[in-house]
């Protein structure tokens, strides 16, 4: 008995030796409260689902500011925390953390990235060594008048092929994303305060519009026209020559399959019964078409800096939206992520 007795207290004070003092609990909560808990690996962009949303979406009535609070771990350090029991970490879902390669990418996201500098890398060796006659050499081609000089209008009808079959929580998120895609489609190559970014690259590296002069001196034809932008020299037949001509096609092409790929690649992924609809198909026929269209683009056309030029510009929106932003949560919740 007295044995027995004698044990149970010393049960008792190895139980308390292994309890830490009340102080401690109040410094660790403290501090705890005070960590930053931004993620330390960008967001799978390859797995998520706009429905199983970042841990940071607000539900609707909630209050954004104390989301984006809670989000940054803030509390004000003049005043003591409150005692609260510790809440877990806003650490990522499982279907978010990934392998990444350079801490960047996904295996599949890298290989998609991929795709396109290879594209323009073979086009442009196979212009050197011996460029097939082809139908696609002709700037006439049915497939480069009807699709590709108006391939946004194609990149969005589908887009929005792929996006009426989605289950996601929030498609104003998806409109958000085509939206920044546009803009940036639109500055490129349509308009910016004037003419559009691509013309004010060749105009500002010494790029003129050449129109013929049919009262001018014999052999001495070609007089320079006034024009601001491609599609003004163009209107009066005039030849855009002389400067830095990025590549529309290389910078056109690229940006709209890598919006598609990147907004497809959930569904990819999830392998379940919307990978095999119609819709996705079509999106798969619409990336096929400029993926050829771009190795066209790099065996017939422009030079091979004009290209790079091009695929950088092309990559540049993308970038920001799909491989930077998913490392800042509170921005990442202005634009979702891609889902299913
Ligand atoms: C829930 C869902 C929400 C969804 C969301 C809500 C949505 C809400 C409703 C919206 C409803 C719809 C709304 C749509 C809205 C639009 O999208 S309307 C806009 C439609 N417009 C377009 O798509 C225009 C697209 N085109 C372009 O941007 C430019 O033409 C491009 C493609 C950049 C090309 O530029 P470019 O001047 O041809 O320049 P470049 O590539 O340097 O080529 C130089 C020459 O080489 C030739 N060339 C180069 N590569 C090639 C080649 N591969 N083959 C042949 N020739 C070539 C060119 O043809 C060119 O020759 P020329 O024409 O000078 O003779």
Redesign the pocket.
């Known amino acids: 008995m007295q044995q027995n007795a004698s044990s149970t207290t010393q049960q008792k004070s190895a139980d308390r030796s292994t309890v830490p003092p009340a102080q401690s609990i109040i410094t660790d909560i403290t501090t705890s409260s005070l960590e930053p808990t931004e993620p330390t690996e960008p967001i799978d962009l390859t797995t998520t689902g706009e429905a199983t949303e970042l841990p940071t979406a607000s539900t609707p009535g909630e209050d954004d500011s104390l989301v984006v609070q809670s989000l940054h771990g803030l509390g004000s350090p003049l005043l003591p925390a409150p005692i609260q029991p510790p809440t877990p970490p806003l650490t990522p879902p499982p279907a978010y953390s990934r392998k990444y390669v350079a801490g960047l990418f996904t295996f599949e996201q890298l290989s998609i990235f991929l795709i396109y500098p290879s594209t323009i890398a073979v086009g442009s060796l196979i212009s050197i060594v011996s460029p097939p006659e082809s139908y696609?050499?002709?700037?006439?081609?049915f497939?480069?008048?009807f699709f590709?000089?108006?391939?946004?209008?194609?990149?969005?009808?589908t887009?929005?092929v792929?996006?009426?079959r989605?289950r996601i929580s929030k498609?104003s998120k998806?409109?958000i994303r085509?939206?920044f895609a546009?803009l940036w489609?639109?500055l490129?190559?349509?308009w910016f305060f004037g003419a559009p970014i691509?013309d004010r690259v060749f105009l500002g590296t010494g790029g003129v519009c050449f129109v013929n002069d049919p009262e001018a001196v014999p052999g001495d034809e070609r007089k320079v026209h006034d024009s601001w932008s491609?599609?003004g020299c163009?209107h009066v037949k005039g030849e855009?020559a002389g400067g830095h001509?990025?590549?529309?096609?290389?910078?056109?092409?690229t940006h709209a399959s890598l919006f598609l790929w990147f907004e497809l690649l959930p569904v990819i992924m999830e392998r379940g019964p919307l990978l095999r609809q119609i819709n996705t198909k079509i999106v798969f026929v619409t990336l096929a078409l400029w993926w050829w269209?771009?190795?066209?683009?790099?065996?017939?056309?422009?030079t091979f800096t004009?290209k790079v030029t091009?695929w950088l510009c092309g990559i540049a929106e993308w970038a920001i939206i799909y491989i930077l932003l998913p490392g800042n949560r509170t921005l990442t919740t202005m634009v979702g992520v891609p889902g299913v």
């Open positions: 696609f050499g002709l700037r006439t081609n497939f480069n008048v590709v000089k108006n391939g946004w209008f194609w990149t969005t009808i887009f929005m792929h996006c009426i989605l498609p998806l409109v085509y939206a546009t489609w639109f490129f190559t349509q691509m491609s599609f163009r855009w001509d990025i590549s529309g096609h290389s910078f056109l092409l269209m771009l190795l066209m683009t790099g065996i017939y056309f422009h004009e091009g």
